[in-house]
């Protein structure tokens, strides 16, 4: 028994010709369709028969249900990844105080691990309880508490528990051995442990090779210590990120689990970089707006406190899309459909991880017994800069009167003001762009403009050069930066500018 429309382990080695292939390896075989569907109700089953359509890799079949019609699926326009957290928290909290809803009963379904932040935090300012399902919450995942580790240390050198974590992390020859001697010596002595490292030099018992290492080690964080009175908390995070070396080799892990990682990190960068840039960070006593790392630690502390992760407590279920495959809730909100992040950018331009992120898409629908909520947002940070995003062809490719946009600017649908949000959200960007972003299917570049398409050489690229890109269409050139295989480009397409990388951007020269 299988159902290729749950096919979505390929990273693990599965494939879906298994399945497909199934009648030709076995020729005598009856097949059943087991096509009634017993939790969804009627519109979610509609979208969920409307998703699979498109995949050309399927054995064809038609879900029913005898269920009720039920509420149309809601399909929310979001600012950005912060707005995002912030709406679907306080929809969670209008269902527990409008419908007595239990938190059980409701998940928050992402594709990516590292997405779960914005939600987290949000959830925590509601005070709704959550867990994070076959995981880790956000701020209890090694790699963030590494990253913090090395952020409060910077602000407090005689925080010992940061001290211990991330001496010798990333590795940097400082063995068990000299530690323990280190730690020995910090106690007979009845000091504090920075105290005997800032003058290692002076214990017993260590080679130099170990020595030199600690002193290293201190000279980088004073070196850190004397930037946090001068940088802002994103600039010196990034710094201090790059400088130890974690950004590095999380990026050199290209594993799943590497990969997620790394991803952690970023958007633990992200969040610093959105506490830097909010309009609302609290003054200091000098009526100054206080964007410092203290103020940021400060911010996360409930966050970063240990979580109890009670599974059978009633809690809202945060979870990837993956782990969530044979589950089922009352009321679901699958979050982040974008362009690049859902389908993600490896499969855009790949049919078969085209199909599977569709076949991911529709196994996230149909978790849900009464309600849907998909949501996207208009920008989320990447690397610190602000990028722009557009909503995923998986929202076009659902039927149309099954859906109900909120913040769609059509109709009688909206409920969110975005003119405030705008407001309160961005600086100099352009609203009106950002209130109207323009149509999936105008976007792309018409058929005949693919026709043979063949990326140029991107060192023929020029400031001011007419350049066709497979996704976004036509654009010009702004401005070029870098050199060699480091070049990115700062292009203006229809629906604004992108930052790109040009050896990867494949871009066609238009004459």
């Not at 909206?414 to 323009?438: E, I, M, T, Y």
Request: with cysteine.
């Amino acid at each position: 028994m299988g159902d290729d429309a749950q096919s979505i382990y390929s990273f693990r080695g599965a494939t879906i010709q298994n399945i497909l292939n199934f009648q030709n390896d076995y020729p005598d075989l009856r097949t059943f369709k087991l096509e009634q569907n017993y939790r969804s109700t009627k519109h979610i089953v509609s979208a969920a028969n409307k998703i699979i359509a498109s995949n050309t890799a399927q054995l064809k079949k038609e879900i029913w249900t005898d269920n009720v019609e039920g509420e149309k699926i809601t399909i929310l326009k979001t600012v950005s990844d912060s707005d995002e957290g912030k709406q679907i928290a306080h929809r969670i909290y209008d269902l527990k105080a409008q419908k007595q809803v239990s938190n059980n009963d409701i998940a928050i379904l992402y594709r990516t691990n590292a997405q779960s932040r914005s939600f987290e935090e949000q959830l925590r300012k509601l005070n709704i309880p959550y867990i994070i399902y076959g995981g880790l919450s956000f701020y209890q995942r090694k790699e963030v508490k590494d990253l913090v580790a090395y952020l409060k240390l910077t602000l407090n050198p005689f925080e010992e528990e940061s001290l211990r974590r991330i001496i010798n992390y990333p590795g940097r020859g400082i063995g068990d051995t000299s530690l323990n001697r280190a730690f020995l010596a910090a106690k007979e002595s009845d000091k504090r442990l920075w105290e005997i490292l800032e003058n290692i030099g002076s214990v017993d018992g260590l080679q130099q090779r170990a020595k030199d290492a600690i002193g290293e080690f201190v000279v980088m964080m004073k070196t850190f210590m004397a930037m946090a009175k001068e940088k802002n908390a994103y600039d010196l995070a990034v710094h201090i990120a790059k400088t130890t070396g974690i950004l590095r080799e999380l990026y050199n892990d290209k594993s799943v689990e590497g990969i997620s990682r790394y991803e952690n990190i970023q958007q633990l960068l992200n969040g610093i970089k959105e506490f830097t840039e909010e309009d609302v960070v609290e003054e200091n006593e000098e009526g100054n707006i206080d964007r410092s790392l203290g103020a940021y630690l400060q911010n996360i502390t409930l966050l970063t406190d240990t979580d109890k992760n009670d599974e059978r407590a009633d809690s809202v279920k945060m979870m990837s899309i993956h782990a969530a495959k044979g589950l089922e809730f009352k009321y679901v909100f699958v979050v982040g459909l974008e362009e690049g992040l859902f389908p993600s950018t490896m499969s855009l331009y790949d049919r078969e991880g085209l199909e599977e992120e569709r076949r991911l898409f529709y196994v996230a629908v149909t978790r849900a017994e009464i309600e849907v909520v998909i949501s996207y947002a208009l920008s989320r940070y990447k690397f610190g800069t602000l990028n722009y995003c557009e909503a995923s062809r998986f929202i076009d490719e659902l039927p149309q009167e099954v859906l109900n946009y909120i913040g769609k600017d059509t109709g009688n649908n909206v409920d969110v003001d975005f003119d405030d949000h705008v407001k309160s959200s961005f600086g100099g960007w352009n609203k009106s762009a950002l209130r109207n972003p323009q149509n999936t299917q105008q976007r792309k570049p018409s058929p005949a403009s693919m026709e043979n398409f063949v990326a140029d050489d991107y060192n023929k690229m020029e400031e001011g050069m007419k350049v066709l890109h497979q996704l976004f269409g036509n654009g010009t050139i702004k401005k070029i930066e870098g050199s060699g295989d480091k070049k990115m480009a700062t292009i203006q397409f229809q629906e604004g500018d992108k930052r790109l990388m040009l050896k990867f951007a494949k871009l066609k020269i238009e004459s």
